[in-house]
């Protein structure tokens, strides 16, 4: 699965920290999604799309190789 998670904290200026820390998951899981070494649940997808303004659509595509 590919992301825009690393891009649009980036254009905030936001910390993997402080990003973590608002969606109350370790800057570790930050990470690693933002590597794509790691999917996230559902709810935790949802709710990165709501942090970020944008749909789920648009912050979380399928990879075309799968």
């Known amino acids: 699965m ?4 690393r891009e649009l904290r980036m254009e ?5 920290v402080a990003l973590a820390e608002s969606l109350e998951v ?3 899981t930050v990470n ?6 790691y999917d996230p649940s559902l709810p935790l ?6 942090h970020f303004g944008v749909t ?5 595509q399928p990879d075309p190789d799968d």
Do not use: C, P, T, Y
């Open 2 to 5: 590919n992301n825009r998670v």
């Open 12 to 16: 905030r200026n936001w910390s993997q």
């Open 26 to 28: 370790s800057r570790q």
């Open 32 to 37: 690693a999604i933002e590597r794509g070494r």
């Open 45 to 50: 997808a949802f709710k990165m799309a709501r």
């Open 56 to 60: 789920i659509e648009d912050l979380f």
